[in-house]
């Protein structure tokens, strides 16, 4: 009868006591890794333009004036960042030099 108790009693810690530890463990490895510094590593980069304006300009051809469109495109760099240690992206965008898409003065 005292062994059957003791048995009853182990179990009843046991199931007490365990999830309790690892609930403790699982949140002191939380906090470490909210602890950590990031590990960025860039996983993308976009290269892409974008038209901003188009503006007039002027040409002799054969001593006659003309008028002739130029498209200003931006050129703008997207690069993407992944942290596998707590699985987060994070992206920055950069305008880069703007392009003339004729050659003029
Ligand atoms: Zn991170
Ligand atoms: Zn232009």
Redesign the pocket.
């Known amino acids: 009868m005292k062994r059957w108790l003791s048995v009853v009693l182990c179990s009843i810690l046991f199931t007490i006591l365990i999830p309790s530890i690892s609930y403790g463990e699982s949140i002191k490895s939380d906090m470490l890794i909210a602890k950590t510094p ?2 960025w590593e860039v996983s993308n980069v976009d290269y892409t333009k974008k038209n901003v304006r188009t503006h007039d300009y002027k040409i002799f051809d054969n001593f006659i004036r003309k008028t002739r469109q130029c498209d200003v495109d931006q050129k703008i760099k997207t690069v993407v960042w992944y ?1 596998d ?2 699985g ?1 992206t994070k992206s920055a965008t950069y305008l880069l030099e703007r392009e003339h898409s004729e050659q003029h003065k």
Do not use: G, K, V
Request: with cysteine; charged share 15%; proline share 0%.
């Open positions: 990031h590990n942290c240690l707590h987060e």
